[in-house]
């Protein structure tokens, strides 16, 4: 029998989905931890072909007519999209819903829409489509490590950690520079 125990967030409590599925129940309860390690600028992906493709950057109000691609299963960056859509003065109007970025990028190569996606979503992009970052302030996303607080963690946990927080502080500081 497995069982799942929800962890907290920061932000308030997280969906069924994000919660960890374990064999067996805990020996006695435990607090999870949850901690930063890193996050990722989220941007506008348009085809090649759109009329926005060209350009350095691009204001959020510039897509205002258009369709959007959006993640299916209310994941979050529906909700970003909408909240980043309501900055720039109009609500998203969707014209389709994707399960992972791979589908996203395969809907906006064909025009089914523009989307969001963060940037660590769309490291391999496809040659078809082009992520372009917002001229304002993008949407952030945070990256947590959870563990049990109770827990010590191994050696190669900690080395683990370690060597994913200076990957997420590499790429924050390549997406800055360029």
């Known amino acids: 029998m497995r069982h799942c125990a929800p962890l907290p967030s920061p932000s308030g409590p997280l969906r069924r989905s994000s919660a960890v599925t374990t064999p067996k129940a805990p020996a006695s309860p435990a607090t999870p931890s949850a901690r930063p390690n890193g996050g990722s600028v989220g941007g506008p992906v348009v085809s090649e072909r759109h009329r926005l493709a060209d350009r350095d950057s691009i204001r959020i109000a510039e897509l205002r007519d258009e369709a959007w691609v959006v993640r299916a299963d209310d994941h ?4 970003t ?3 980043l859509c309501q900055r720039g003065g109009f ?6 819903f ?17 989307a969001i996606a963060p940037r660590l979503a769309v490291l391999n992009l ?5 992520s372009i970052p917002l001229a304002t302030r993008p949407p952030q996303r945070r990256i947590l490590v959870a563990h049990l607080t109770e827990r010590r963690l191994s050696p190669a946990a900690q080395e683990g950690i370690a060597v994913c927080a200076a990957a997420a502080h590499q790429l924050q500081e390549g997406f800055e520079a360029g």
């Open 76 to 79: 979050p960056v529906a909700q």
């Open 98 to 114: 994707a399960h992972d970025y791979g589908e996203v990028q395969a809907m906006v190569a064909v025009e089914l829409g523009v």
């Open 126 to 130: 496809r040659p078809d489509v082009r």
């Open 91 to 96: 609500t998203p109007r969707t014209s389709v």
């Open 81 to 83: 999209i909408e909240k």
